[in-house]
């Protein structure tokens, strides 16, 4: 069983940074997609960037620009570089991984909060 741990959170102040990791078990080149989603209270959860085995990457428009996604295969670990922290950025964030080894479903890691304080 896959095991997605993410960790990094935390509470700034906007317009400051944070870098959240998600630890992989296992190989996650053995996964083709990587994502990080996130998930405000009282909101469903939205899809924040991706990046492929290939490093391909894509990010949602909100926080295009701002935050980086990026992945570590030596370490199995994903990352999001998050600058310029706004307070409508504050939510859950989640990694999970998908591809032909998942059956093309999301394996979701527990989720870390972030806080942007004004």
């Not at 741990?5 to 870098?19: F, I, P, R």
């Not at 926080?63 to 980086?68: D, L």
């Not at 310029?84 to 093309?104: F, H, R």
């Amino acid at each position: 069983q896959v095991q997605l741990v993410e960790s990094g959170g935390g509470l700034v102040q906007a317009g400051g940074s944070l870098t959240l990791s998600c630890a992989v078990s296992g190989s996650i080149l053995s996964f083709d997609v990587m994502t990080w989603h996130r998930q405000a209270p009282g909101k469903q959860r939205e899809l924040v960037a991706t990046i492929t085995s290939g490093e391909s990457e894509n990010y949602a428009d909100s926080v295009k620009g701002r935050f980086t996604i990026s992945r570590d295969n030596a370490k199995n670990t994903l990352y999001l570089k998050m600058n310029s922290l706004k307070p409508e950025d504050t939510a859950v964030y989640y990694c999970a991984a998908i591809g032909t080894t998942t059956g093309w479903r999301y394996y979701w890691g527990q989720g870390t909060q972030v806080t942007v304080s004004s």
